[in-house]
């Protein structure tokens, strides 16, 4: 089964949802975490407690079962009561053993409070397809029919954390699965996403002719061919398509081709001339001429600067410690 729009953005993107650690908590507590610099997932396993974002006028109830997406980059605060003088994350944090740390004595089996968190690590080159279309924090109720399989996953993630075999691959898929999922719940609620590839991915009434762009990105689209696959006029669809992406069909066409051009050429598994006729270009000069234009640098600077980064070790750099 081909996959769909949502499916392509993401495996662009390189998403990887990693599970970091959480906290058990009883009595009277509060714990201030720095501004991330990764877009941040947390969940209330057991317990209900406030979260306070800075920027924002009032904090939010979190209940068992809620689950977090924080893209803003701004720290905030976890506390049983927001009257409560917080601890800073760093220290309570620092030289855990178990990837569950308790707070006032608890442990994960007596806790009235149980989080565990984790973050969303993308692609440099394309992560902004995500991050930039995401409101600053998306907040899933537990109580939500749609977070059924948050649920579900939720008592996973608790469960792989027993050291069974093959736990750690077992929880980074959990972790991305978990993400997919509060952008579905997200979605299905009647959430809203700023106008970008990440909209127009999930948009229904555009998925026919995202479906032919991303199948067949070599082939010259015409905007009548997308409209009809829509069942939409020319004028109806150019315009929706336009609030939704944020750019004309054509544009998104282009740009979505310069994506996949620069995959490749990270990659370095295709000629330049091999990639210009397989994303439709006439010549590798007119290849070359449209990826400066979209891109700024030229495809072959491109390539050597991504393969030069690669060899320095910046692309496996290593990644400043999440606490939850």
Aim: glycine share 8%; with cysteine.
């Amino acid at each position: 089964m081909r996959d769909d729009p949502l499916s392509d953005v993401l495996k662009l993107a390189d998403v990887q949802s990693l599970m970091s650690g959480g906290f058990a908590a009883s009595g009277d507590w509060a714990i201030r975490f720095p501004a991330p610099d990764k877009i941040k997932f947390f969940a209330a396993v057991r317990g209900a407690c406030w979260l306070q974002l800075d920027g924002e006028a009032g904090p939010v109830r979190m209940a068992s079962g809620d689950v977090i997406l924080l893209s803003a980059q701004r720290s905030f605060v976890l506390a049983s009561h927001l009257e409560t003088v917080p601890v800073d994350a760093h220290a309570l944090f620092a030289g855990r053993v178990d990837p569950i740390v308790g707070v006032n004595g608890a442990t994960r089996e007596n806790a009235e409070v149980l989080q565990i968190g984790g973050h969303v690590r993308l692609h440099p080159d394309y992560g902004a397809l995500l991050a930039d279309v995401l409101p600053p924090l998306i907040h899933v109720q537990g109580s939500a029919v749609e977070a059924q399989a948050l649920r579900w996953i939720l008592d996973q993630l608790m469960h792989e954390r027993e050291d069974l075999p093959g736990s750690g691959l077992a929880t980074v898929q959990l972790g991305h699965l978990l993400f997919i999922q509060v952008l579905r719940a997200h979605l299905a609620t009647g959430g809203v996403l700023r106008a970008g590839w990440l909209r127009a991915a999930t948009d229904a009434r555009l998925a026919p002719a995202l479906r032919l762009i991303h199948g067949e990105p070599g082939r010259a689209w015409r905007l009548d061919q997308m409209a009809r696959a829509c069942a939409m006029s020319r004028t109806s669809f150019a315009l929706h398509f336009k609030n939704v992406a944020g750019e004309a069909p054509l544009s998104y066409l282009a740009r979505w081709r310069m994506r996949l051009a620069e995959h490749a050429l990270r990659r370095g598994d295709a000629p330049l001339a091999t990639l210009a006729e397989t994303l439709g270009y006439a010549s590798e000069s007119a290849f070359s001429h449209a990826f400066k234009r979209i891109v700024g640098v030229s495809p072959k600077r491109y390539g050597a600067n991504a393969r030069a980064a690669h060899d320095s070790g910046d692309a496996d750099e290593t990644e400043i410690e999440d606490v939850l």
